[in-house]
């Protein structure tokens, strides 16, 4: 090799980059929430299947979706129309926190901070609690925090004429 081709060769493996180590489970979990959960009409299957998709099978966090207008959802919280929550071991509010602001902000931008419904309170550990006006009058409520040793991400969407529930 010519004197020059080195130092070129030797710039060039210095520009170009590492491989990336694998996402971490809490990466894939902010990941796969910010891009799946603000996604209307979708079953649970359909929800599950995408994050998958994202991170993997089985999922490398747990993973709790229901739309009672497309499927049954649980007997309790009959005021809440959807659900899409996941958690994921060790604190990572921050990040979570940050991840999904900028998700909201993107368009079509979700919503806009309301007085947080009655239908919600924060909890031991809550980092986030807010309430966002959507459109046909419904209200979400983005949730984030930690329970025990887990990070939490949730979203709930109430139904137009929730109040009246």
Request: neutral net charge.
């Amino acid at each position: 090799m010519s004197r020059f081709v080195k130092p070129l060769v030797a710039a060039l493996a210095l520009a170009l980059p590492l491989p990336v180590a694998a996402d971490s489970p809490a990466d894939m979990a902010i990941g796969a929430f910010n891009a799946i959960c603000f996604k209307a009409g979708q079953t649970a299957k359909e929800a599950r299947d995408r994050m998958e998709q994202r991170a993997g099978s089985p999922l490398p966090f747990d993973l709790e979706f229901w739309d009672r207008t497309l499927e049954p959802g649980p007997a309790d919280n009959q005021r809440i129309e959807r659900r899409c929550q996941v958690s994921f071991d060790g604190s990572h509010t921050g990040a979570a926190i940050t991840a999904l602001r900028a998700q909201m902000a993107r368009p079509p931008v979700f919503g806009f901070a309301i007085d947080l419904p009655d239908t919600h309170t924060a909890e031991t550990g809550t980092a986030l609690l807010e309430g966002r006006e959507l459109l046909r009058g419904r209200v979400a409520v983005v949730h984030v925090g930690t329970r025990g040793a887990r990070t939490f991400m949730a979203v709930d969407r109430l139904p137009a004429g929730w109040e009246d529930s």
